[in-house]
């Protein structure tokens, strides 16, 4: 028979689940408490909520959402984390904080409805930040039509100086 705290517990995962296009699975088997704490600082920054979960309650919330393919990512302590921002900031987040901890492991996680091995996480902390993409395409996009803004002035310069030179041409000589 379940308790009241678990099937609560399991609806705000489900929540969780189902509000977040991001979830990344992590074993933090070997971090002290101010480890963990000072990674949830570090990851609310990015706007990611970390969640320690025990893998049956994870695995019934996510069924429940409608995530498949979990089950081989819950094995050991899992600690997950919900990205509600930029996926790739999330991702570098925890590569940066596993990588100074040699303790932290990324598991694998979710983008979507397609399941990420740790290897696929890896990949999408290489990625360039949300902004920064936008930035590159607001830039590839404005930048031709500048030009062509650029031409056709120039064009219209040249034409409105010629014409000038001829009126000073035909004005009679003083």
Same mark, same amino acid.
């Given at each position: 028979m379940p308790n009241d705290r678990n099937l609560e517990f399991v609806?705000?995962?489900e929540v969780k689940f189902q509000n977040t296009r991001t979830v990344f699975l992590t074993d933090y088997r070997g971090l002290t408490v101010a480890d963990l704490a000072n990674l949830r600082r570090q990851l609310r920054d990015v706007g990611v909520d970390f969640r320690v979960a025990k893998n049956t309650l994870a695995l019934i919330a996510a069924d429940r959402a409608g995530l498949k393919g979990l089950d081989a990512l819950l094995k050991g302590p899992t600690a997950i984390a919900f990205s509600s921002g930029d996926e790739a900031a999330t991702a570098k987040a925890l590569g940066d904080f596993a990588r100074v901890s040699r303790i932290l492991a990324v598991k694998g996680g979710i $983008? +979507?409805? =397609?399941v990420l091995t740790a290897d696929d996480v890896a990949e999408v902390a290489k990625l360039p930040a949300k902004a920064q993409l936008q930035a590159? $395409? #607001? +830039?590839? #996009? =404005?930048g031709p039509a500048a030009g062509l803004i650029g031409i056709l002035n120039g064009a219209l310069s040249s034409i409105a100086h010629a014409l000038d030179e001829r009126a000073k041409q035909l004005e009679p000589a003083a």
């Open positions: 609806k705000e995962l $983008l +979507g409805t =397609q590159d $395409l #607001v +830039g590839s #996009v =404005q």
